[in-house]
């Protein structure tokens, strides 16, 4: 479970994440669009991870005699993770994003496609919110990975719920933090958020190739001994 939590710690490192929190500040009626923002993105990624480890992992994962899934699983799980240091690192994250900004511009007989960003950028309703965080639920490579890792040590149902919903708390912990401490003091909480942001901005890949690295590290040392 520890393994899993770690992916959650790595899957909060989201710079996009945090410069929606810094537009949704900046809008009127910050406190209720940035709640339904939160409810949005939490509720969507919770139902899906449930959906994922409850209904479709166990089926989807070759299961040993004693009940838990092949070492094979946190093999993939650890390769993963290094891909994902790999693109980072290379900045081939950086090259497909521009190239998909660059889909978004308009052509000459075409409208430009929205990016989330302008999406957030027009948010003027609650409902456009809440909207807006079901688009950004959907499961990234880091959330994936922890459902594999879930999955692989065959929990309860119960325990199982439980931990993708401490999965996902711990993932929006940069929707979460923001909102409470707005509630506190609106004028502080803007100041720190868009200093994070612009140091996120700054260190966001270094952070994501370190912790990836490290732990993708470890998990296909760890797998390989189990397999040897």
Do not use: C
Request: hydrophobic share 55%; net charge positive; aromatic share 6%.
């Amino acid at each position: 479970m520890e393994q899993v939590l770690l992916i959650a710690l790595l899957a909060a490192v989201d710079a996009g994440l945090l410069a929606a929190v810094v537009l949704l500040l900046s809008r009127p009626r910050p406190r209720r669009k940035l709640s339904a923002y939160w409810l949005g993105a939490f509720a969507g990624s919770t139902a899906l991870g449930i959906v994922i480890v409850v209904s479709l992992g166990r089926s989807a994962l070759s299961v040993n005699a004693h009940g838990s899934a092949s070492p094979a699983v946190e093999l993939a799980v650890g390769l993963v993770l290094l891909a994902v240091a790999a693109a980072v690192g290379s900045g081939a994250t950086d090259r497909w994003h521009a190239r998909r900004d660059s889909r978004h511009k308009p052509q000459d007989d075409k409208p430009a496609k929205p990016s989330h960003a302008d999406r957030i950028q027009g948010v003027d309703s609650v409902g456009l919110a809440l909207l807006a965080g079901l688009a950004y639920s959907v499961p990234g490579a880091a959330y994936l990975a922890g459902l594999a890792l879930l999955v692989k040590q065959n929990n309860a149902t119960s325990t199982d719920v439980l931990a993708i919903v401490a999965f996902n708390l711990i993932m929006f912990a940069f929707l979460e933090i923001p909102l409470l401490a707005f509630l506190a003091a609106p004028d502080r909480t803007r100041e720190l958020t868009g200093r994070v942001n612009d140091w996120m901005t700054r260190h966001h890949r270094t952070i994501v190739v370190s912790a990836a690295g490290a732990l993708g590290l470890y998990l296909v040392v760890t797998a390989t001994l189990t397999l040897v």
